[in-house]
């Protein structure tokens, strides 16, 4: 019995030495990096993932406004943009509210017309503009310029799992159109947690 | 009395092997940083990811780091979902943050900070349905002095699936970085 009570003491004196002991150290984790994140799903799809502007394998005109519109190429939206307007569907099922950013780079080969980065009004003998519309939004008022790089974005703020419908309208360069290669350009849509 | 204290010294060497044994974080050693990241159950939202399993996803939107230092190594692994039905290729990159879009109270991520962005697979092609960790780690060299440093500043990973298509998706990670001050 006296061999059990000593060695519960010794136990609980080893106990309150090594409390003694550790609390500093684990007091001391403010000095560590830390690194943390909860899960949280970013998570979007486009459809179509392609557009000519003329439509079919239509070749485009010079100054020439296109818009990526289901009711016709050359027809602009209503001053209030309907979904029927919009050929791009972006399907949301993000966790996170997002904000997404269209980018519309240079074309490249062909005639590789360059973006004048003002917006779908204004164009340039070798340069071309285009700006973005979504649903629901006033147009041309509500229109968001789409530069090559470091646009605003197409909307701000989408809630989580909310769907989207856009279009874009593009001005072709004033200059001739010479060469018989086709000329593409790749749209980046990019979302970002807000 | 001598067993009393040959029972104390070998149930204090017992006890501090069981303890000192167990991994801690110590001020001791400030020059080993804590690494997170290994993904557990606290990192993944398995019902999400079973809803979406059809969808092509990229988790987490954000990762913090926290009293982070040069020469410290902080990483986490990015989960990169292919919700198609056909393989995919995909870029993992480092990317510079939209300037309009850098989170209140934090800065651009200085110039060169590409350069301490390791990505493990930077072209990783999925199979349907696979989703794979991508292990992002930042290191900056020891050569860069902390208080050349922001206090806080942000960078983005960027996930593109390579389609050849005329409409992209890039869909962004935020990383947000403090400083140990």
């Known amino acids: ?194 | 009395m001598g067993k009393f204290v040959v029972g104390t010294v070998v149930a204090l060497l017992i006890t501090a092997g069981i303890v000192f044994g167990l991994p801690s974080s110590s001020a001791d050693n400030p020059v080993v940083p804590v690494e997170n990241g290994d993904v557990n159950g606290s990192d993944i939202d398995e019902d999400t990811e079973e809803k979406l399993y059809d969808r092509t996803w990229v988790s987490p939107a954000m990762v913090e780091i926290g009293n982070y230092y040069p020469g410290g190594s902080a990483g986490w692994n990015l989960r990169v979902h292919n919700g198609s039905d056909t393989e995919a290729q995909f870029l993992v990159a480092y990317r510079v943050p939209d300037s309009d879009k850098i989170k209140e109270g934090y800065v651009m991520a200085p110039a060169e900070a590409g350069d301490w962005i390791i990505v493990s697979d930077p072209t990783p092609l999925l199979a349907p349905k696979e989703t794979r960790e991508i292990r992002i780690t930042l290191v900056v060299p020891t050569s860069i002095r902390s208080e050349d440093l922001p206090v806080k500043w942000e960078f983005w990973t960027s996930v593109i699936e390579v389609t050849g298509d005329m409409i992209q998706v890039e869909t962004c990670t935020r990383w947000l970085v403090s400083m140990r001050t």
């Open chain 1, 1 to 194: 019995m006296k061999r059990i009570r000593r060695l519960m003491l010794s136990l609980a004196l080893a106990l309150m030495l090594l409390l003694s002991f550790s609390v500093p150290a684990f007091a001391a984790v403010a000095d560590d990096i830390v690194v943390t994140a909860t899960p949280s799903y970013i998570s979007i799809t486009i459809a179509p993932d392609t557009w000519n502007p003329a439509g079919g394998s239509v070749k485009i005109d010079k100054a020439t406004t296109y818009y990526a519109n289901p009711l016709g190429a050359t027809t602009a939206p209503s001053a209030t943009v309907a979904d029927g307007e919009c050929t791009f569907t972006i399907t949301n099922t993000s966790t996170e509210i997002t904000t997404l950013t269209g980018n519309f780079p240079d074309f490249a080969s062909g005639d590789a017309m360059t973006n004048i980065n003002t917006g779908y009004a204004t164009n340039g003998a070798n340069a071309f503009g285009a700006s973005s519309y979504i649903s629901g939004a006033a147009w041309p008022g509500g229109a968001v310029i789409m530069q090559s790089t470091g646009s605003d974005p197409i909307k701000s703020s989408l809630a989580a799992t909310t769907n989207l419908k856009f279009g874009i309208a593009m001005l072709t360069k004033s200059g001739d159109f010479s060469s018989p290669t086709a000329m593409t350009s790749t749209i980046t849509v990019t979302a970002v947690k807000s």
